[in-house]
């Protein structure tokens, strides 16, 4: 087992040598300085967690590991952007629901939000009003991913609908 101050030399020595290196992979793969930045971060965190249950003597193998840790974090990042941008349970609510909404309107949507079924109006604040991702939600509220996405259609189509009644009578 490594010791607690062998295992904070290795990090710190691999963070020195090979920190510019990491993000320069990562931003090669992202072309985002932030986004890179991100990702060095989230596999140092990956190396330090995979260190402390797989303990390895050789620095030249973590400075490896490292740099390959980083190129699959900045993959997985790039594949949930992706992801995100095709999933339309991500879209903002207001721009893609099937009608406009002016600022005169939006005490109207509160009001219909208000009165939306609970298992619609809970997976809808959750997403959008709090920004979480539909896997986030899932967990939180105990149901699949997809099941997320179902939730947040239907309370999209129920809101479109109450919406045009709504402006249709007024």
Known sequence: MMSGERYSDMLSTVYTKKVKLMCHIAYTILHDRHKAEDAVQNAFVRL???????????????????V???????????????????????DDVLTKIEFSVSGDDMPLVMELVRDMPDEHKTVLQLSYFFGYP????????????????????????WLTQRFKEAKSRA
């Open 134 to 157: 539909s896997a986030t939600v899932a967990k939180l509220i105990g149901i699949s991913d997809a099941n997320v996405r179902k939730r947040l259609q239907r309370a999209k189509d």
């Open 68 to 90: 390959v840790i980083v190129k699959q974090t900045a993959i997985d990042m790039l594949r949930e952007d992706a992801r995100r941008k095709t999933d339309p349970s991500e």
């Open 48 to 66: 330090a967690s995979h260190l402390l249950e797989n303990p390895m003597d050789n620095e030249d193998h973590v400075c490896a590991l490292s």
